[in-house]
Nanobody
């Protein structure tokens, strides 16, 4: 099994930047992709970004494209967040999956991921 732990959340002013980290441990050689999701108060969990660990293919939600960047490998994945807005306030979760899909859209779905971290809070203030 793989375990993941997020870090790097905090309070940042609108327009600022923050980098989240996700450290994976355990049977990381089985990991096919890692993703970031977020959940704002009163809202459902939503996809943010994902990356296949071997091919380094990346996928982004339209709302964060050109502002967020996912990078890393099967041991550590980062989410660089720039130009943060109030709408980015949420708990951010790291997730890992051993499933290989030929189509990237599958990595946008939370059900693809079997391993989840406990989340890290990101709060953007005005």
């Amino acid at each position: 099994q793989v375990q993941v732990i997020e870090s790097g959340g905090g309070l940042v002013q609108a327009g600022g930047s923050l980098r989240l980290s996700c450290a994976a441990s355990g049977r990381t050689f089985t990991t096919a992709a890692m993703g970031w999701f977020r959940q704002a108060p009163g809202k459902e969990r939503e996809f943010v970004a994902a990356m296949t660990v071997r091919e380094k293919n990346t996928y982004y939600a339209d709302s964060v494209k050109d502002r967020f960047t996912i990078s890393g490998d099967k041991s550590t994945v980062y989410l660089q967040m720039n130009s943060l807005g109030l709408e980015d306030t949420a708990v951010y979760y790291c997730a890992a999956t051993t499933l290989n899909y030929p189509v990237g859209d599958y990595y946008r779905a939370s059900r693809t991921y079997a391993t989840w971290g406990q989340g890290t809070q990101v709060t953007v203030s005005s």
